[in-house]
């Protein structure tokens, strides 16, 4: 089986586990078993580690093999490290700003490969890797220095609506690029 419909499995699959821990810890309202929300938070960990290597064998097949081996080892070390977290094998308070800092870095490198990042682009996807850079710049920097100001609230909003915005509009311009190569290379 190719590794895009393993990702792809597994990613279905611990969605289908999400909502099955999301239905159960509603219904148990205040007398929730903490393991149910610790299995919900390492659940989360993987959709978003599988999401992105999925993302890249789906949109970018053409990638370096090597690139995508690092991407694979900092996904698994992301969700290591958040299962860790959740089991509390490391402190949950101490680190929980850190593992997300990790998930947000590798969610930055999957948008950069999207992007086909450092190839020859259409400009507009240039500068949506700018934002994806900037926004996400900003992210990882409240997460690190653990800002608790609730007017920063806004702020941090709109820097995750940027950083999805750019990638998907980005990846619109690619996709369009691609359709008039392929016209053109039809043509000729």
Not at 2 to 29: C, V
Not at 58 to 67: D, G, L, W
Not at 161 to 175: D, P, Q
């Amino acid at each position: 089986m190719k590794k895009k419909y393993i990702t792809g499995i597994i990613l279905i699959s611990s969605l289908i586990t999400l909502i099955i821990l999301f239905l159960l810890i509603l219904s148990q309202g205040e007398m929730v078993k903490a393991s149910y929300v610790k299995y919900a938070m390492a659940n989360l960990s993987l959709i978003f580690i599988a999401a992105g290597i999925y993302l890249i064998d789906v949109f970018t097949p053409e990638i370096a093999r090597k690139m995508k081996m690092i991407l694979i080892a900092f996904g698994s070390f992301c969700f290591v490290l958040a299962v860790m977290a959740s089991m509390n094998m490391i402190a949950f308070l101490e680190n929980m700003n850190w593992v997300i800092v990790m998930h947000l870095f590798f969610i930055l490198m999957i948008q950069l490969q999207l992007l086909h990042w450092g190839k020859r682009v259409p400009q507009v996807t240039r500068f949506s890797a700018l934002f994806i850079i900037l926004s996400d710049a900003l992210l990882i920097f409240f997460f690190v220095a653990k800002w608790k100001d609730f007017h920063l609230a806004s702020p941090i909003s709109i820097a995750a609506i940027v950083s999805v915005s750019a990638t998907l509009l980005g990846m619109i311009f690619l996709k369009e690029k691609k359709q008039t190569e392929t016209v053109e290379s039809s043509s000729n």
